[in-house]
């Protein structure tokens, strides 16, 4: 009933806020061919691009995407990727092609590996305490840091990106120049026409969303979607204890 009461309360603050449509606030080229993920570390954005044996992790200025750093990843596949606070995540394809969640850091230095508990994971969000995984297959879920499942939900799209705000998941839906914006109970609380082609990976640096686009040679939107106030990497653990 506590958490019951707690969701609630959190729920109405953040929905009783005058939201505003997303607007593109700047963008960049892709350093790299499919850009299937990205993620804010604090000071970097960073890009995870699985072109096809040439699966790289790159470590870009968020202001002009240049190049600051890069690191190759040994997988067949490179999809979606998350920053703890202290290790990036990505989720990737082993040589015998199943999926698996890495951890890293921005060297590249494996540090653990677990194989993913849901089907085609394409995208993966820190919330300050669990990772959200978005599985191609229509689901969503949350782990431990060491893979064990806790909770899932059905998506009636097949979402591919996936991303935690502070208060709200969202994701984006295969093939559509749309992104969801969810409870993390699996409430749609409103859907949104991108501005800008169909996105793929997305990611929050505390105040803007940040998507990729990866048709053609891909491009990395900072988007504002307005609305509620700013919520600091920092505090995501505190404000996901109100959610479970």
Request: net charge negative; with cysteine; glycine share 12%.
């Amino acid at each position: 009933m506590l958490r019951q009461c707690l969701f609630l309360t959190a729920a109405l603050f953040v929905v009783g806020a005058v939201l505003a449509d997303i607007s593109i606030v700047s963008s960049w080229p892709s350093p790299a061919q499919r850009p299937y993920g990205v993620t804010y570390d604090g000071s970097y954005i960073w890009v995870s691009c699985g072109e096809t044996g040439k699966e790289i992790m790159f470590k870009c200025a968020p202001t002009s995407g240049s190049v600051v750093s890069s690191f190759k990843v040994n997988t067949t596949g490179l999809f979606g990727c998350a920053y703890d606070g202290s290790y990036l995540w990505f989720d990737a394809l082993d040589e015998k092609l199943e999926y698996y969640l890495y951890r890293a850091t921005d060297t590249g230095s494996i540090l653990t590996s677990w194989k993913s508990p849901l089907p085609r994971t394409v995208g993966v969000a820190w919330d300050g305490t669990y990772l959200w995984l978005s599985s191609y297959f229509g689901i969503l879920g949350w782990t431990t840091t060491t893979g064990s499942l806790l909770g899932s939900f059905d998506a009636a799209w097949r979402p591919t990106g996936v991303a935690f705000d502070g208060y709200y998941l969202w994701t984006a839906e295969y093939n559509q120049p749309t992104l969801y914006r969810l409870t993390t109970a699996g409430s749609v609380v409103a859907s949104h026409l991108f501005p800008r082609g169909e996105p793929w990976g997305l990611g929050f640096d505390g105040e803007y969303l940040w998507a990729t686009n990866r048709g053609g040679n891909g491009e990395v939107y900072k988007a504002d979607f307005g609305g509620y106030p700013a919520v600091t990497p920092a505090s995501f653990g505190r404000v996901k204890a109100l959610f479970h």
